[in-house]
């Protein structure tokens, strides 16, 4: 017999789980359970009276030991662990068995349910019955925050921070910052300009005396854990002085070699010397070793540095290798379009006058490689065009998720088409999605602006002729259309960069199937990651508008706040600890730790946990050959005493 | 000599290899003679289960019993032989962990009845005749032993004392356990005279990176003396395996086969060798895992070679299978 005193607390979850499980069977099949005192069936356990209820038992019978049988551990375990602390028992003395998630949401069949959810139940007191107090500690919080990207959700979650008195160091990769939206022209729903909102906001980041910029610059490698990261980053040889450079464009006017612009999209050429665009953040151009005459050994040249009245640009510079101490990360690295590859179905890289989404912003933009005329490749004005939405979206040869941006960009970029020239708009669509705020009012207006709206997907592009043939199905008239027209936009997936795998290897985040960075949970901790201190900010954790992107670097931000004005930060006690005598030190334990927690001891020869790193996710103990890995909470005694419990049940 | 020690070894259900061991020990076995009266030694000598029932209890100092429990005799002498002896040494991985035989724990009586008497290539039996425990002949009753459903280890039919373990005992760890009984010097009951931590640790081979794509079998690779046998995708159990024998097997290019059972906090020898395989692979993709392992010849009786008995599960569980024996264990 046990002498725990243990309480049974079972939900009903409303009726989410009573509808199926009998909780009140349940009930009374755990009061005859080895170690159980006192055990109740209540409709909401996570409200405030179902918590009190818990609370008044552990005074009044002196509980030990805690079983809610109610809905995931994720979901509610921390609240029952807070009750129980009030309560004066130690949070891990209590035990979530999840009967919602795993009975009555898996089956209609309530007998069934009933008796799994007594099975669950019985497990969960096994494992109270050994259940251990374990002690929390806390760690100290550098109040510095390093914001990773500097876009439009980088520098948001950078001025916020700053504006809260915090040190900022904002990481670029670029030699400006801006991101993607710099390239826009509009806006949508309200075709404010994309720059007039931008702008203001980059000089802002410069001039804050909290925020430290370092631009043309990317991190290596993050050591240390929340509250005290230690951040490797390289400033890339730039070339020029930022402190020399005036930004006055002498070395980009006479530079001569010349590239495809990023930028641009391809549809100009820039200099070897250059600065991406105009309003610039530094207001100064990098030197692009990979097209310059003088690094690619074309010819000596220099004539950059000739030129330069302020002596600013120099040659053969190293990088910079610095570290840099913080508290807290943001990563806001954003996202890439998808470029449809040789030989798809659209014409994309085949027919000049079939454009993705950026290109036809940075067409449109005023200082664009057209100056904002929107002209064929032979440099006429279209008579129609087309308007291609899901690119890649919505297609499980592609992307099988919603980019969530296109169809109100496609529906700004009709309007521009038509704003700009005489031309014919043809919008093919599957669904109209417009969901955000002004968004169903900016269709409405567009619809009236002349538009023809096909719904269908633009499924081939072809050339007849001068024109472009656009075919697709016209699901309302059920006719399959070919529509000729002068120039195509295929409005693309938003999809993970392509350096998303090592961006995610270097702050240990995870992945989801897309490649989009994972938040720790969907709804209650959107911007926060599984590792404790790193947070997400923006289209890096999956497509966003602007709105969206700036709500979600502001929660980032708060986040990041949040740790750093309390000062500290309590470290969960369920980690991995070594039993040194049994590790052989075969370092499987060390490869397979995705949080880098696990070093290697030479003198010892014994693996090494550094617990605030350890997000106790048993991986080394699974893979621990002579079980030396042992996780706090995950006990191989506590876990078969669970096994052996659902068998007892 | 009235000082003189008295040992009993004995056999259960074994391959007599056990037996070689103990002469493994090549002359020093005249130091044994020297120190011990052997009283029973059913491969050299001739002693009957009457001359043990008629010593004395704990007349014998130490009883060091080797093989599996495979039926009712075996079970039977493992008792009489407790009853009679100050200590009993679990001698052998057998004995230890239902060993060799214990693998026939993935079938059941009539299946492995079923095999042998009637189902191999060699055997001719249109009769269908199986031995029976009671056979009525002219001068009397015949009795064979009950052979059981399952193969115990020792410890689940005696109280066990000390575990020596190996396939067989390595002669180091015999001479040392013979010797700590002749000093008196003796560690605390229940030990395992061989070493705690895994057979990796005293392995020499290089280990670097572990990911491997696939496994191979030893007879189908040329293997590098150096390296690690896991790292060049050959199953070794030495990571899960209890260290002290000496790494033998490795020393001759041979991955080790585990047995000497799973390590001091090592729970299943076999779930624990699955587990760190499955590590191993270098892939996430669960598909390819399954398809990967499932591609192991004989995968479970690969993992427990030697400790089915001592394992989580025990045996094979067959659903029609209502065996009181295997209920009274």
Known sequence: MSERRI?????????????????????????????????????????????????????????????????????????????????????????????????????????????????????????????????????????????????????????????????????EKEGTIGGQMAKFDKTFPTLDCSACILTPKMVEVVQHPKIELMTYSEVQRVDGYVGSFEVTIEKK???????????????????????LSEFDEGLSMRKSISTAFAQAIPNAPVLDRESCWYYTGKAKCQVCARVCQ????????????????????????????????????????????????????????????????????????????????????????????????????????????????????????????SFGKGYEEFYNRIQEEGINFIRGKGAEVTKKGEKLVVRGEDQQLGVIREVPVDMVILNTALQAREDAAKIAETFSLQQGQDGWFMELHAKLAPGKTAVEGVFLAGTCQGPRDIPDTVAHAGGAAADALRLMAAGQQEMSPVSAYVVEEYCTGCKVCISLCPYDAISFDEDGKVAVITTALCKGCGACVASCPTNAMHLRHFEDEQILAQIEGVFAG | MADKLKFA???????????????????????VAAIADILMWPVAMDFKEEDVEALPDQHIDVAFINGGIRNSENKKMSQLLRQKSKY???????????????????????????????????????????????????????????????????????????????????????????????????????????????????????????????FRRIHEVIPDPERCFLEQGIICAGSVTRDGCGTRCLNVDMPCRGCFGAPEGVIDQGAQLLSTLTTLLDTDDLEEVRSIIGSIPDLSGYLYRFTLSDSLMKRRIVAELKDKEVASH
């Open chain 1, 7 to 171: 309480g049974v607390y079972v939900c009903h979850c409303g009726t989410n789980i009573s509808k199926t499980v009998d909780v009140e069977d349940v009930a009374k099949y755990s009061q005859g359970l080895d170690g159980v005192v006192v055990s109740k069936d209540y409709k909401y356990m996570c409200s405030q009276p179902g918590q009190e209820l818990i609370q008044k038992d552990i005074k009044e019978h002196g509980l030990d030991g805690v079983v809610v049988a109610a809905c995931s551990p994720r979901m509610h375990e921390p609240t029952f662990q807070r009750a129980a602390r009030n309560a004066g028992l130690n949070p891990y003395l209590v035990e979530m068995v999840n009967i919602r998630e795993q009975c009555s949401w898996v089956t209609d069949d309530r007998a069934l349910a009933t008796a799994k959810a007594k099975r669950l139940t019985s497990s969960g007191i096994a494992k109270a019955r050994l259940n251990r107090a374990l002690e929390t500690d806390f760690t100290a919080i550098t109040p510095r925050a390093l914001v990773v990207g500097g876009g439009i959700a980088g520098i948001e979650a950078a001025l916020k921070i700053a504006a809260s008195g915090y040190e900022v160091v904002l990481v």
């Open chain 1, 237 to 259: 040889p730039r070339d020029v002085d930022l402190n020399l450079c005036t930004g006055c464009g002498d070395c980009t006017e006479k530079c001569p070699a010349s590239v």
């Open chain 1, 310 to 433: 302020a002596n600013a640009i120099t040659f053969d510079n190293e990088p910079e290798i610095v570290k840099e101490q913080f508290g807290v990360i943001v990563v806001a690295t954003g996202f890439d379009i998808l470029r449809p590859e040789e030989g798809n179905q659209w014409g994309y890289g085949k027919y000049p006058d079939v454009f993705n989404g950026l290109q036809f912003e940075r067409m449109s933009n005023a200082s664009g490689p057209t100056d904002g005329l929107l002209v064929t490749s032979q440099g006429k004005e279209p008579e129609a065009v087309a308007v291609l939405h899901c690119i890649g979206s919505r297609d499980e040869n592609y992307r099988e998720y919603c980019s969530r941006t296109c169809c109100m960009a496609s529906l700004k970029f009709a309007h521009l088409v038509k704003e700009k020239t005489n031309a014919e708009v043809y919008e093919f669509y599957i669904d109209m999605r």
């Open chain 2, 9 to 31: 070894f004995y056999w259960n259900a074994s391959c007599g290899g056990c037996e070689v061991a103990v002469l493994d020990i090549h002359e020093k076995i005249l130091d």
């Open chain 2, 88 to 214: 009993v040494v679990a001698f052998g991985a057998c004995a230890n962990f239902g060993g060799i035989p214990a693998l026939a724990n993935f079938h059941h009586k009539e299946s492995i009845f079923d095999r042998v008497y009637s189902e191999t290539p060699s055997t001719v039996n249109p009769e269908g005749v199986w031995p029976q425990e009671i056979t009525e002949v002219p001068e009397g009753e015949l009795s064979l032993p009950t052979f059981f459903n399952t193969v115990y280890m020792l410890a689940e039919v005696v109280d066990v004392d000390y575990y020596l373990p190996g396939c067989p005992p390595p002669p180091d760890l015999i001479l040392a356990a013979v010797e700590a009984i002749a000093s008196g010097n003796l560690p605390p009951r229940g030990t395992v005279i061989a070493g705690e931590k895994s057979v990796c640790h005293s392995c020499d081979r290089v280990k670097e990176e572990k990911k491997v794509t696939g």
